[in-house]
């Protein structure tokens, strides 16, 4: 069964840009989540999608949104691109949601914002 | 809120060491307790797990207990090899769903 996939793995933009990065998640898996990696901060939680609805966020401003397709795949856009939102964007999906449910990882999508 | 705290390294070892990562834990419920792997320029990889008190979580000779008593959570290997090199990650996930993560420790194995 092939793993999470993130499209691009790579980008560079520019600020006050936007970007959307994509995530396919493992097949028959329905709940993708999306977190931040920075040396700075770590490992942040951004959000969750079940079902094509946001059922949970983390503290992160408007200019981060998402979305999730009928087809459990999902998008995370951020718009006015700052300095600071240069990070690895790591997204993981799980068959259902619950605390035991384990969340499996894709490679990321590492941004670099000029 | 829910909170990982673990040993954030780095952690210089030779090859056959014993290795122990220190990981607790704070949290309302009942959690289930996470160790991530994470090689460079990868994402996460899943190590083990354990979703209840007193389980014990296995894998590639690692091996970590869910103790609620202590509210830890420690990662434990016998004997590292070179190829264990990485950072790693403890991390809960409660009743809100989310992976909360500790800060990472970073391992380096030495021949």
């Known amino acids: 069964k092939a793993g999470v996939t993130q499209t691009p793995r790579y980008l560079i933009k520019t600020r006050g840009q936007q970007v959307t990065l994509s995530c396919s998640p493992i097949?028959?898996?329905?709940?993708v989540s999306w977190y931040q990696q920075t040396p700075g901060q770590g490992l942040q939680f951004l959000f969750e999608?079940?079902?094509?609805?946001?059922?949970n966020k983390g503290n992160f401003p408007g200019r981060f949104s998402g979305r999730q397709f009928s087809n459990s795949r999902s998008e995370m856009n951020v718009s006015t691109l700052e300095l600071g939102d240069s990070a690895l964007y790591l997204c993981?999906?799980?068959?259902?949601?619950?605390?035991?449910?384990?969340?499996?990882f894709g490679p990321g999508t590492r941004l670099l914002v000029l | 809120g829910n909170s990982v705290t673990q040993m954030e390294g780095p952690v210089t070892l030779s090859e056959e060491a014993f290795l122990t990562i220190n990981c607790t834990y704070t949290?309302?419920?009942?959690?289930?307790l996470f160790w991530y792997v994470q090689y460079p320029g990868e994402g996460l990889q899943l190590l083990l797990k354990?979703?209840?008190?007193?389980d014990k979580g296995s894998n590639k000779g690692f091996e970590a207990t869910y103790r609620k008593e202590t509210t830890s959570f420690h990662l434990e290997k016998g004997s590292v090899q070179v190829s264990d090199s990485a950072v790693y990650f403890c991390?809960?996930?409660?009743?809100?769903?989310?992976?909360?993560f500790g800060a990472g420790t970073t391992v380096t194995v030495r021949a």
């Open positions: 993981a999906s799980s068959f259902d949601r619950g605390r035991m449910q384990t969340q499996y």
């Open positions: 097949s028959g898996h329905r709940s």
């Open positions: 999608y079940f079902s094509e609805t946001q059922r």
């Open positions: 949290a309302t419920g009942y959690p289930s």
């Open positions: 354990a979703t209840k008190a007193d």
């Open positions: 991390a809960l996930r409660g009743d809100d769903y989310k992976l909360s």
